[in-house]
Nanobody, 127 residues
């Protein structure tokens, strides 16, 4: 059984920071690209950031410059450090895992690339 378990969400004031974590089990972590997506109330799921097995990263325009995705393969864990948070960052954040095919990094922005998803962690940013 594959499990992705997110943690680190919470309530933070605008301008603050959070670090989200996603612990993976039941898969060959080193062979997978890992991604973060989010879904705000009344909106569709959107891509946030992704990291390939090689460590190459890809960010959405909305978070580029404010967020950093990283992975610790020894711990089977991926992180999303979020700084300068804005109220529009409020959403449920989901961790996802997909077998890395070696295609263009931009393909990692599509949800269909991923095979497994976590349960989500709530991030709420107040003004």
């Amino acid at each position: 059984q594959v499990q992705l378990v997110e943690s680190g969400g919470g309530l933070v004031q605008a301008g603050g920071s959070l670090r989200l974590s996603c612990a993976a089990s039941g898969l060959a972590f080193d062979n997978y690209a890992m991604g973060w997506f989010r879904q705000a109330p009344g909106k569709e799921r959107e891509f946030v950031a992704a990291i390939r097995w090689s460590g190459a990263t890809y960010y959405s325009d909305s978070v580029r410059g404010r967020s950093t995705i990283s992975r610790d393969n020894a711990k089977n864990t991926v992180y999303l450090q979020m700084n300068s948070l804005k109220p529009e960052d409020t959403a449920v954040y989901y961790c996802a895992a997909g077998r890395d095919t070696g295609r263009d990094t931009a393909t990692l922005s599509f949800g269909g690339t991923y095979d497994y998803w976590g349960q989500g962690t709530q991030v709420t940013v107040s003004s």
